[in-house]
């Protein structure tokens, strides 16, 4: 029940149910009882009944007239559509005529737009291809000689230039017109025939500024002084139609450039024959016995005010070098040469090897006259193309080249020179008896001197000299090294060694570059002269050293103590070897020592050894002497030596203090005595 009254809470609201429950109330409020309200609501059922009923009768009529009418109106609804149809098939007609009729009308438009656009194109066309009659008078008639109408030259020239251009940014199309065709063909004969004209007067031009020039020349009887400018300027004005030739007319360019190499080299080839001739007589004049070397017989220096050969160079490159780096500026501004991708080469280049083609050979024969004099001059040289190389104007590659190839001869020269002396160092062949100082070692001192002087702050000179010592040095000591070897008298070669590079080491000068060589001078010096020391003294005291030395060699099997119990090197033999070698019997030898080594060493203004190497002789012996003495301590306790190291040190001495009187009447007995007496007290 509970669910029942919730479904009709949610069937009906609150206020339905009221009205519901007024309308009961009121209608049921003359009822007594249920049944007669059922009864009363059953016959008021079966009145609804019966009227619903009689309803629907009726209603059948009205709907077979509704369907009728419905009918009918679907009818009307298709004639409807049908028309539609049609009326859309109409309005998709017309919308394609308005359509074709709009594209009509745009085509219209485009076609007179372009009508418009190609009259205004044509208008314009007709007044850049439209040539001035001024500029159409002077491209056929116009002159070249004064101010004014060169410069109207100038301005047709331009003017023409701009109708090209103009054309050339021209359509194909619009190219294509026969009126155009016609105006270029015009102007094509117009620029022919002023190309043609201006190419004639310029080369005639070319050729009177040359004969001009040549002209001057001789009647000042200048050489390579004067002044080019002139020639430039009288042809610059012109430079600028020179430009238009080479634009429009390759072929008349090249003729007028070849018309000026004709021209001016004419001029270059006089100055440049004229110009060496006279520095050739200036070389001429200098004499040919000043070039010093190691091999020849000419050993003195330049003299420093005689500076002709020297600058010769300089003063061609102070003449020529600016005259080229004039002529270049002037190709390249007047004639706009430059790199040729088509021939890899520079157009400057080949048109100044034209013009100059004189001055190599020139300044080969020069150097080749300046080596002939001097060989070190070549150093001169050198410095004078480093100090050109530097200077060049506009980065010349014409001049570099040059300069590279004399440079190239230059050295070339000199290694030449150094490669004779090496030759001639070799090949030379002299006893190693007396031969005091060699002639190679003499003359080395000047020959670095004179090229130190010549090689300046030039790095290329300083380059080739440094290579120059090494080859010389290099090749001399060699040489002195080979001297003597066959000999039978050994001492010579020792002597040779040690007087050359004593000499060598005190005359040569300290350079950077021969700093190595001097000290390697020393050291030969000191290995010669410790070889020569040796030989002399294990020649005059052959026994000692014999004995000794055998002594030495038994001390590596032996104890000291059973040396003197061997046969050879017993007290006996000890005696024997000292027998001979008293104080007396060693006086004697020294002043042989010294009496043949004054005789055999070299003693003159140039070397003077003797005191040397009777010094270190001295050392040698007296070390040996007291080695000697050591090993009769060890091995010989109760022996001494016949005479003492100090006695030995004080002989030494005493030859010496010996006059140069004393050795020449060979009065050596004196100081024999002299030595006896003071040392018999010992």
Not at 604 to 617: G, K
Request: charged share 25%; net charge negative.
């Amino acid at each position: 029940i509970m669910a029942t009254d919730n479904t009709y809470n949610e069937l009906m609201s609150p206020g339905e149910e009221a009205e519901l429950e007024n309308l009961l109330n009121d209608y049921l409020s003359g009822l007594s009882d249920i049944d007669e309200l059922s009864v009363h609501l059953t016959n008021n059922l079966q009145k609804l009944e019966v009227q619903n009923v009689a309803a629907l009768i009726d209603s059948e009529y009205g709907i077979r007239d509704l369907a009728i009418r419905l009918e009918q109106a679907s009818d009307q609804v298709l004639n409807v559509e049908s028309w539609l149809l049609d009326f859309n098939a109409q309005l998709i007609n017309l919308q394609q005529s308005l359509e074709h009729i709009e594209a009509k009308n745009n085509r219209m438009e485009v076609v007179t737009r372009n009508q418009g656009n190609l009259l205004t194109e044509v208008q314009s066309l007709l007044s850049k291809i439209t040539l001035a009659d001024t500029h159409i008078k002077v491209l056929n008639e116009g002159s070249f000689t004064t101010v004014s109408t060169l410069e109207a030259a100038k301005s047709a020239a331009k003017a023409l230039d701009k109708i090209y251009a103009d054309f050339d940014g021209l359509v194909p199309d619009i190219k294509h017109i026969k009126a155009v065709q016609d105006k270029m063909l015009e102007y094509n004969g117009l620029r022919d025939e002023f190309s043609n004209r201006f190419s004639t007067f310029i080369q005639e031009a070319f050729t009177k500024c040359a004969t001009m020039y040549l002209s001057k020349v001789r009647n000042e009887g200048m050489v390579f002084t004067g002044d080019h400018a002139s020639v430039f300027e009288q042809l610059n004005p012109y430079a600028p139609l020179i430009h238009w030739l080479k634009r429009n007319d390759s072929q008349n360019f090249v003729k007028s450039l070849q018309a000026y190499k004709i021209s001016m080299r004419s001029v270059y080839k006089r100055e440049i024959k004229e110009f060496f001739s006279e520095l050739k007589s200036l070389i001429n004049k200098e004499t040919k016995s000043k070039s010093i070397s190691l091999t020849s017989g000419r050993g003195s220096f330049v003299e420093d005010s005689d500076n002709t050969v020297a600058s010769v160079f300089e003063t061609g490159f102070d003449l020529v070098f600016p005259r080229v780096e004039d002529e270049q500026e002037f190709l390249i501004k007047f004639f706009q040469q430059g790199y040729d991708p088509a021939l890899n080469e520079n157009e400057v280049d080949a048109t100044l090897s034209e013009l100059f083609d004189g001055t190599k050979d020139g300044f080969n024969s020069i150097i080749e006259s300046v080596d002939k004099i001097d060989h070190v001059f070549t150093l001169n040289i050198l410095g004078d193309i480093e100090k050109f190389q530097k200077q060049i104007r506009g980065n010349s590659t014409f001049l570099i080249n040059l300069l590279g190839e004399w440079e190239k001869l230059d050295k070339n020269l000199f290694n030449k020179f150094i490669e004779d002396q090496m030759v001639t160092i070799k090949a030379t062949q002299i006893s190693a008896q007396k031969a005091g100082v060699v002639a190679y070692i003499l003359k080395f001192p000047n020959m670095v001197d004179l090229m130190e002087s010549r090689v300046g702050e030039a790095e290329s000179s300083r380059q080739i000299v440094d290579a120059a010592y090494h080859k010389l040095v290099t090749c001399v000591f060699t040489w002195l090294a080979s001297i003597g070897e066959q000999d039978s008298k050994q001492k010579f070669k020792y002597i040779l060694r040690f007087e050359n590079f004593r000499y060598f080491s005190d005359k040569v000068h300290e350079t950077t570059c021969l700093s190595l060589y001097v000290k390697q001078a020393q050291e030969n010096y000191e290995n010669a002269l410790y070889e020569f020391v040796k030989l002399v003294i294990n020649k005059k005291f052959k026994t000692l050293e014999t004995f000794f030395g055998g002594v030495e060699r038994l001390l590596k099997t032996y104890p000291e103590n059973q040396i003197q119990y061997q046969d050879a090197y017993s007290k006996q033999q000890l005696a024997k070897a000292m027998s001979t070698n008293g104080q007396s019997a060693v006086d004697r030898r020294l002043s042989k020592m010294y009496k043949q080594m004054n005789k055999n060493l070299t003693q003159n203004e140039h070397l003077n050894l003797l005191d040397d190497v009777w010094e270190a002789l001295s050392e040698y012996l007296v070390d040996r002497w007291k080695h000697y003495e050591t090993l009769i301590a060890r091995c010989y306790e109760t022996q001494k030596m016949s005479i003492s190291s100090e006695t030995v040190e004080d002989l030494l001495k005493a030859k010496r203090d010996l006059t140069p009187a004393q050795l020449s009447r060979n009065s050596f007995d004196s100081a024999t005595s002299y030595s006896t007496t003071k040392y018999s007290d010992r």
